[in-house]
């Protein structure tokens, strides 16, 4: 069986390396943008990890409880955030053992019903996309030290000494 853990393990080591190479930038890199100025890379961050958060409580058949947070100003704010990200990640690794049961939940459009593994299915590419879109965001601004190449599955499984 392909293995929802390893997806999961993936996503929480590429959000933390990725913020955590955040971290290390320029405080003035929190505002790029690709198109739309109100996608900025904090923001994205914030919302990675804020999305993060609600998947993961409806996957607990919680009432969701928006995680309060503000967007990241500084450096410091960053890191925060990626410690805080990566826990949320931890919890939803043991998910992916689970069964794969029906769950329903409420979104502002109404009650939606999927599967566990649609859920964690789209935890690892919402997360994965707006990483692209984080990296774009400072590409498009000149800003070329993060590479998504050095953060991809095969990195994640070499690092790891996964076969």
């Known amino acids: 069986m392909i293995s929802l853990e390893l997806l ?55 009432l969701i409880k928006p995680l309060e ?32 049961i029906n769950i329903t939940y409420e979104t502002q459009d109404g009650e939606k019903t999927n599967k566990a593994s649609t859920i964690v299915s789209q935890i690892v590419f919402h997360a994965t996309e707006h990483r692209a879109q984080i990296v774009a965001a400072l590409d498009k601004h000149k800003v070329l030290s993060i590479n998504l190449d050095n953060y991809d599955i095969w990195s994640f499984v070499s690092l790891r000494g996964i076969l």
Do not use: F
Not at 78 to 86: G, K, Q, S, T
Not at 87 to 99: F, T, V, Y
């Open 8 to 62: 999961l393990e993936h996503m929480q080591w590429a959000n933390k390396e990725i913020y955590t190479e955040i971290s290390k930038l320029d405080e003035g890199v929190l505002d790029h943008y690709i198109v739309d100025p109100e996608w900025s890379v904090k923001i994205i961050m914030l919302h990675i990890a804020k999305a993060s958060n609600t998947y993961g409580q409806r996957l607990e058949g919680l």
């Open 69 to 100: 947070l503000e967007e990241p100003q500084t450096m410091k704010e960053v890191a925060e955030l990626a410690d805080i990200l990566y826990s949320i990640d931890e919890g939803l690794i043991k998910h992916a053992k689970a069964e794969d």
